[in-house]
Nanobody, 123 residues
Framework: QVQLVESGGGLVQAGESLRLSCAAS????????MGWFRQTPGKEREFVAA????????YYADSVKGRFTISRDNAKNTVYLQMNSLKPEDTAVYYC????????????????WGQGTQVTVSS
């Protein structure tokens, strides 16, 4: 099990950037695949991006491809989500999550979750 704490959310204008961080506790962080998901009120939590433990394999939702970049620093037990060219429709609570095995877009495959950080993009 790993404990996750997100940070870096905030209020920005459309077209601006934010970088989210997710700090993990636990000595086995480097063995977990990590994902970012987001949720707006009344909607399901949706996949945003994921990365394998080896940092070389990433995957993105079509809605963020080319604008968002997921990365990780295993020495710092941290995963990042760089968000560029933000749009109002990116407004959501963003969650990081961890799973054993390979990266996945399936929410229910992730077994540890952070508390979330709010991102608000104004038009």
């Amino acid at each position: 099990q790993v404990q996750l704490v997100e940070s870096g959310g905030g209020l920005v204008q459309a077209g601006e950037s934010l970088r989210l961080s997710c700090a993990a506790s636990g000595r086995t962080f480097s063995s977990y695949a990590m994902g970012w998901f987001r949720q707006t009120p009344g909607k399901e939590r949706e996949f945003v991006a994921a990365i394998n433990w080896g940092r070389t394999s990433t995957y993105y939702a079509d809605s963020v491809k080319g604008r968002f970049t997921i990365s990780r620093d295993n020495a710092k037990n941290t995963v990042y989500l760089q968000m560029n060219s933000l749009k109002p429709e990116d407004t959501a609570v963003y969650y990081c999550a961890a799973k054993t095995g390979l990266r996945s877009i399936v929410r229910d495959e992730y077994h540890d979750w952070g508390q979330g950080t709010q991102v608000t993009v104004s038009s």
